[in-house]
């Protein structure tokens, strides 16, 4: 921990081979929360670039060494929360020729609506939980939560899918 605090305060004094060391000791970690959220590796990799662009022009505003890993996840977050948000807004023509009568399509097409339906945090923590299998605890710590906070929206995120499911 006194090593990473040590290259912490290198890296706020800009030196590029210490960021360079921190951002490696998170990347699998950024990709993985990354990749589980938007359920696509390419814009995983470039959520997480995107992040990490960030937090080295941001990195003299960290108040808090110790508080590092939470605030680049906290970036990986709005990252994540604004790519979400261009999925929704995104329309895809569907060829005529496409008819499925399979059930587990349509249920999962409903699970997916009902998902596409939750405001842009519920989804985020959903994600990292359900598919990133992170904590409360953890969720909250990257998200600058308190761990009660993310696991009471949790299940009004998922109460809200099962209503609307249940319609």
């Known amino acids: 921990m006194e090593q990473q605090m040590k290259l912490i305060k290198k890296a706020k004094r800009g030196d590029t081979h210490a960021f360079a060391q921190l951002y490696s000791e998170v990347y699998q970690e950024l990709y993985k929360a990354?990749?589980?959220?938007l359920k696509n590796s390419h814009d995983?990799?470039?959520?997480?670039?995107?992040?990490?662009a960030d937090?080295?022009?941001?990195?003299?505003?960290?108040?808090k060494e110790e508080s590092f890993r939470s605030w680049i996840f906290a970036i990986l977050s709005n990252k994540c929360r604004r790519k979400m948000k261009e999925y929704v807004e995104k329309t895809v023509e569907l060829p005529e020729d496409l008819?499925?009568?399979?059930?587990?399509?349509?249920?999962?097409?409903?699970?997916?609506?009902?998902?596409?339906?939750?405001?842009?945090?519920?989804?985020?923590?959903?994600?990292?939980?359900?598919?990133?299998?992170?904590?409360?605890?953890?969720?909250?710590?990257?998200?600058?939560?308190?761990?009660?906070?993310?696991?009471?929206?949790?299940?009004r995120a998922?109460?809200?899918?099962?209503?609307?499911?249940?319609?």
């Open 44 to 52: 995983a990799e470039d959520t997480v670039s995107d992040t990490v």
């Open 99 to 155: 008819c499925s009568n399979s059930q587990d399509t349509e249920e999962s097409l409903d699970v997916r609506a009902s998902f596409a339906k939750l405001d842009d945090e519920e989804r985020l923590i959903l994600s990292l939980n359900i598919f990133g299998g992170y904590s409360s605890r953890e969720i909250g710590k990257a998200l600058q939560m308190n761990d009660n906070t993310v696991r009471s929206r949790q299940k």
């Open 158 to 167: 998922l109460e809200k899918m099962r209503a609307q499911l249940i319609q």
């Open 55 to 63: 937090a080295w022009a941001q990195i003299g505003s960290l108040r």
């Open 34 to 37: 990354a990749l589980y959220t």
